[in-house]
């Protein structure tokens, strides 16, 4: 599979992690793929924290607007129910306790839960933007993001060693081998899917955290 292929996958599979009404926000990157395969049945309520609730589909071309855009900076468009507010208002929102998924990219992720998302040393350096408050005030947390950097190396670890945008926050994984779900008591994740493309042993032998396959594992469900 090539890139793009990879993050269309990814996003596909956690689509159908979404259950109608609920409240979502999706960061920047591969996260905001979500968007386009949410199941046809299901109604659900983007949120955006530099001040949008109710978030449509990408415009048309031509049709941009310049001042509504999501956090990262996209052009978006908002459902005649959305609404606009202050990052006061919005931060309320996240820190209250009312969103019920968010997904954000990460460099890296490790069995304790734990994220690293906003900083690579030696690089120039945008900023954690409103992570940290996601990551701590989202009734779930998942991860979306490939399974290894450049190089090949894992970027599921035992221990993360970047600066952390949470701890123990992480609540399930996606790549595009597998799907995790992270038990913080055991510090260890648990296999509950993966991609027929690879076989378990090599899913395993590329993530550096300890994993534990589920005894109902399945093959990736995506319609």
Known sequence: MDTKEIKIKIAKRIAQELKDGYV???????????????????????????GIIGMGPKPEEGKEDKDIINAGGGYVTVLPYGAFFDSTFSFGIIRGGHLDITVLGALQVDQEGNLANWMIPGKLIPGMGGAMDLVSGSKRVIVAMLHTDKKGNSKILKKCNLPLTGIHCVDTIVT????????????????KEYNSDFTIEEIIE??????????????????
Do not use: C, M, W
């Open 176 to 191: 595009e081998r597998a799907y995790f779900d992270v038990d913080k008591e055991q510090k260890k994740l648990i296999l």
């Open 24 to 50: 979502v926000n999706l960061g920047i990157g591969l996260p905001t793929l979500v968007a386009n395969y949410i199941p046809k049945n299901i109604d659900v309520i983007f949120h955006s924290e530099n």
């Open 206 to 223: 590329s993530t550096e955290a300890d994993v534990i396959v589920d005894d109902n594992v399945k093959t990736f469900l995506i319609e």
